[in-house]
Nanobody
Framework: QVQMVESGGGLVQAGGSLRLSCAASGRTFSSYVMGWFRQAPGEERDFVASISWSGASTYYADSVKGRFTISRDNAKNTVYLQMNSPKPEDTAVYYC?????????????????WGQGTQVTVSS
């Protein structure tokens, strides 16, 4: 069983920056594909970014490409989401997730483990 705890959320001005972290328990973290998803009020949970176990491969939603960067530090069992130039429409609860397969994917139903989420609010 893998447990994940997100941190780093808060209020940020549009055009600023924010870094989210997700600390995971378990010795098998380095073998998991990790992802970030987000859910705005009244909306479905959507894919944001994902990263392979080694960090060599990443995948982004079009809406965040060029602004957000996903990375990981397997020695610290942590995955990050660097949010640059956020927009008010990026306001949501952000969740990290992990899957035991090798494929880097944005399909929500392929992720096995989820954190509790952290709120990000972008003011205009």
């Amino acid at each position: 069983q893998v447990q994940m705890v997100e941190s780093g959320g808060g209020l940020v001005q549009a055009g600023g920056s924010l870094r989210l972290s997700c600390a995971a328990s378990g010795r098998t973290f380095s073998s998991y594909v990790m992802g970030w998803f987000r859910q705005a009020p009244g909306e479905e949970r959507d894919f944001v970014a994902s990263i392979s176990w080694s960090g060599a491969s990443t995948y982004y939603a079009d809406s965040v490409k060029g602004r957000f960067t996903i990375s990981r530090d397997n020695a610290k069992n942590t995955v990050y989401l660097q949010m640059n130039s956020p927009k008010p429409e990026d306001t949501a609860v952000y969740y990290c997730a992990g899957r035991s397969g090798r494929r880097v994917t944005g399909r929500i139903n392929e992720y096995d483990y989820w954190g509790q989420g952290t709120q990000v609010t972008v003011s205009s």
